[in-house]
């Protein structure tokens, strides 16, 4: 293999006489340079990019070789001036020739020169770095040195910009990242004062301490945190770093109160009222109000109500008035409370925005944009919160009144009606005389409830649409949907936009279970009122009715955003899953309703059915055991219990469960007979034989039990064994006579309904019937949890027959009364009795 020729052979080579470094050995060569003219000049020092002049050869060598000779004229690109050079400006450069190295600054590294013959190596520099000086003075692009002072100005800076972040945090709800950065604020804080101190800069800024410590502490108590919170108050206290003492004793006294330590918080607040100067009324106002509604939280009405009179002298408002009406109604001063019924109707009354209508000129486009502008701003949205308000407390006045009048509340309402049409609040007497129907509701006295209602028929349209709507209602409890329909599409014709309505609509239609319309209904309720609890509940009942289980979920978690606590969200979102199969999600949502209510026995019981269809056995008979424990009347429990210990072979464990069922029904045969099977399976048979005796007595006719007594007879020997044979076909020819007259008589009916019915058509009928009857009995009890307001609670679907069908059961199954086959009939009865004999009592 041959070898390849080096490209870069050669490449340092060059003529010994062209090395100009080795100039600056040369003796004689340094004495003639310097008796030239060259070597006399003195070259410039603090040069850009250069060595620093020292009076040493090797510089004035260096400038005789590298000197441009022809230097260009001012004005080319070459030679253009160095105007950007302000390092030569303050070195005493100015008078340097155009062209020279002083006329602009160097690209370069300091110390790095262009190679000036290409002999040299790329990137080779004869003399080091270390030869370089820098330029002394400062530049353009030169940071000045952070001072100490700089540095505390920046951390304070970051500790307000902190304390802001934890306030922006808080008005987002964002109480965690809020406290957080609360913390943070602090612990920088007490860094800036410990760097205050390592520097000797003087005493901390204690305005910024008890800023930080007072905002820290604030946050403690939003989250709860109420003994870190006090541990903080304290602190600002003991030190005085912020003078507002009175003001921080306020804080005081509230986390006391959220506490319970009410005592403590009562000493907090007199001696905030004690240190607040008089100017400041209204806060003094404020704690006088605190301490009144202490003095209730600790039962002592009497000096509650002192202090809620002496504000009421001073400031009467609508809080202070209804707080004083209820301390004297707990301390049962019916004289006082209406007394201050009285004082309230004197507080000035808002009038209505809706009365407020200024005359504009159609034309004047500029006033009827600010008019239009002006219907809803702020300042209006606040009026009609005010008046809502006081609208609220004038009618929770009257009913407080009106119901303690010595059980006479007709009365008691009467009066305060008469007060109200004689003051400034006259448009709230109608809606008054409503809330004394539904004191007539309280009573059970629907008949008086209904006639104050309909008193408002002809009423204006709010009054007409709320009174019918309240009679929708009652028609609607009472069962009576023709009325209760009449009623809700009279309130929604006075008014359309009325969710209460609407949701009494929806009602009658899914009593009705036309559940299409229900939906509509509900649905329109919600997008007027999006929180309205009743029409929602209402529509996912309806959704579940028509298998819409997917929607029913996407429901029940907005159901759970409004009301988060409402366990009865907990149980149909569980109802839901278990219906669809997803018993590992519906055991978590059904535990979570356990929760909040252990001693229910239907959730016990619910969660056992889910652990059971998982095959869970010894879980679920757990949870059955708990729910029999906490709710021993539950037949599903006790059936299930029952058939669980039958199957696992303990049928003596099984009849405590029969006979608790035979206890709470007794009119049912089925556990009577499952108590004496029991006996039977144990071996216990003399037991059971007196059980199948006592089932006999009370139910002669039964066959299953007669058949028992002959076998049970039978197997011991006994001489009974002839008399219950006998009885047995007895009970077995009367049933065969009632089974041919039951399809003598169907047959009658369908020929007269113009078709033939046929055996095997009548035998899928009562199939069909029995199954019906029997399914409709195995249904689950529903779960009833009294935590939310409205119609909640499954109705019970409401058919309208005709009146033939109200016919007693008996009637409608015997034969028709007409003269269609009656001798062919009566012939066939006694023909195919041929031991008629044996019926006759004996």
């Not at 450069?93 to 020279?100: D, L, V, Y």
């Not at 080091?128 to 505390?152: N, W």
């Amino acid at each position: 293999m041959t070898d390849k020729p080096d490209s870069y052979s050669g490449f340092n080579d060059y003529n010994p006489l062209l090395d100009t470094d080795s100039l600056k050995y040369d003796n004689d060569l340094q004495q003639a340079v310097l008796k030239t003219s060259h070597g006399r000049r003195a070259p410039p020092t603090g040069q850009p990019g250069t060595a620093t002049q020292k009076g040493g050869f090797f510089s004035k060598m260096k400038n005789v070789f590298s000197r441009q000779k022809n230097v260009p004229p001012p004005g080319t690109s070459s030679g253009r001036l160095g105007t950007a050079s302000r390092a030569a400006q303050q070195n005493g450069m100015m008078g340097a020739p155009p062209g020279s190295a002083s006329r602009r600054l160097q690209t370069g590294s300091a110390g790095q020169k262009r190679p000036t013959t290409a002999v040299q190596g790329a990137g080779f520099m004869a003399s080091g770095l270390s030869g370089a000086t820098t330029v002394s003075g400062p530049t353009v692009f030169e940071k000045k040195e952070e001072t100490t002072e700089d540095k505390v100005r920046k951390m304070e800076k970051a500790i307000i910009d902190l304390v802001g972040e934890s306030c922006l945090a808080n008005e987002k709800n964002d109480t965690k990242l809020a406290l957080e950065k609360a913390e943070e604020a602090m612990r920088s804080e007490k860094s800036l004062t410990r760097y205050r101190e390592e520097q000797n800069l003087g005493e901390a800024d204690m305005s910024l301490a008890g800023f930080t410590i007072l905002h820290c502490a604030n946050m403690y108590t939003k989250c709860g945190m109420n003994s870190e919170a006090l541990n903080h108050y304290n602190t600002l206290l003991k030190s005085k770093l912020l003078p507002i003492s009175s003001r921080l004793r306020i804080n005081i006294g509230n986390v006391y109160l959220h506490s319970k330590q009410y005592a403590k918080a009562l000493k907090m607040y007199r001696m905030a009222l004690d240190q607040i100067p008089e100017q400041n009324a209204d806060l003094k106002f404020k704690i006088r109000e605190n301490i009144a509604a202490t003095h209730i939280l600790m039962g002592q009405y009497a000096e509650a109500a002192q202090a809620y009179e002496s504000i009421m002298q001073e400031r009467p408002n609508y809080r202070s008035g209804l707080n004083l009406l209820l301390c004297y109604h707990a301390l049962s001063q019916r004289e006082k409370t209406r007394r201050v019924f009285t004082d309230l109707l004197k507080i000035p009354f808002l009038s209505s925005d809706e009365d407020y209508q200024p005359s504009v000129d159609k034309e004047d486009k500029q006033a009827n944009l600010v008019l239009e502008a002006t219907r809803d701003d702020r300042l209006r949205q606040f009026e009609r919160k005010r008046r809502r308000f006081a609208e609220h407390v004038i009618v929770t006045a009257a009913k407080i009144v009106g119901n303690n009048s010595d059980g006479d509340f007709v009365g008691g309402y009467e009066w305060c009606i008469d007060q109200v049409r004689n003051s400034t609040y006259l448009e709230l007497a109608s809606g008054l005389e409503i809330q004394k129907a539904i004191a007539y509701l309280r009573e059970n006295n629907f008949a008086k409830a209904i006639s104050t209602l309909k008193e408002f028929e002809k009423a204006e349209a709010k009054l007409a649409s709320a009174a019918a709507t309240n009679l929708s209602f009652l028609y609607f409890l009472e069962k009576d949907l023709n009325n209760a329909h009449k009623y809700a599409d009279l309130a929604l014709k006075t008014d359309k936009f009325n969710p209460a309505s609407l949701t009494n609509k929806g009602n009658c239609c899914f009593a009705q279970e036309d559940y299409d319309k229900a939906q509509y209904y509900y649905e329109e309720a919600l997008n007027i009122d999006a929180g309205s609890v009743e029409a929602l509940h209402n529509l996912i009942l309806t959704l579940q009715k028509s298998n819409q289980y997917q929607r029913v979920k996407d429901l029940l978690h907005k159901y759970e955003s409004i009301q988060p606590a409402n366990a009865q969200v907990f149980c149909l979102m569980g109802e839901v899953l278990q219906q669809t199969n997803d018993t590992e999600h519906a055991k978590s949502w059904y535990l979570q309703a356990l929760s909040k209510y252990r001693t229910d026995g239907h959730l016990h019981r619910r969660i056992g059915e889910v652990v059971d269809m998982q095959g869970d056995k010894s879980e679920a008979l757990q949870y059955y055991f708990d729910a029999f424990r906490h709710n021993p009347c539950d037949i599903e429990t006790l059936e299930w219990l029952a058939s669980y210990y039958l199957e696992t072979q303990y049928p003596d464990k099984a009849v405590e469960f029969c006979a608790q069922a035979a206890l709470v029904k007794p009119g049912e045969i089925k556990w009577h007979l499952m108590v004496a099977s029991c006996y039977r399976r144990s071996g216990d048979y003399t037991a059971a034989l007196e059980k199948y005796k006592w089932i006999h007595i009370h139910f002669p006719d039964d066959i299953d039990c007669i058949q028992f007594l002959v076998k049970i007879s039978t197997d011991l020997g006994l001489p009974e064994r002839e008399n219950y044979e006998m009885e047995l076909k007895k009970a077995n020819k009367i049933k065969e006579i009632k089974l041919q007259r039951q399809t003598s008589a169907s047959k009658s009916r369908g020929i007269v309904n113009g078709r033939k019915v046929s055996h095997a058509d009548q035998d899928v009928s009562q199939f069909k019937g029995d199954d019906t009857r029997q399914l409709s009995g195995r249904k689950r009890t529903p779960i009833d949890l009294s935590n939310t307001e409205g119609v909640f609670s499954h109705p019970e679907p409401a058919s309208i027959q005709p009146f033939v069908d109200q016919f007693p059961q008996d009637m409608a199954d015997g034969r028709p009364k007409t003269a269609i086959r009656r001798k062919e009939l009566n012939k066939a009865l006694f023909d195919d009795n041929e031991d008629a004999a044996e019926l006759l009592p004996d």
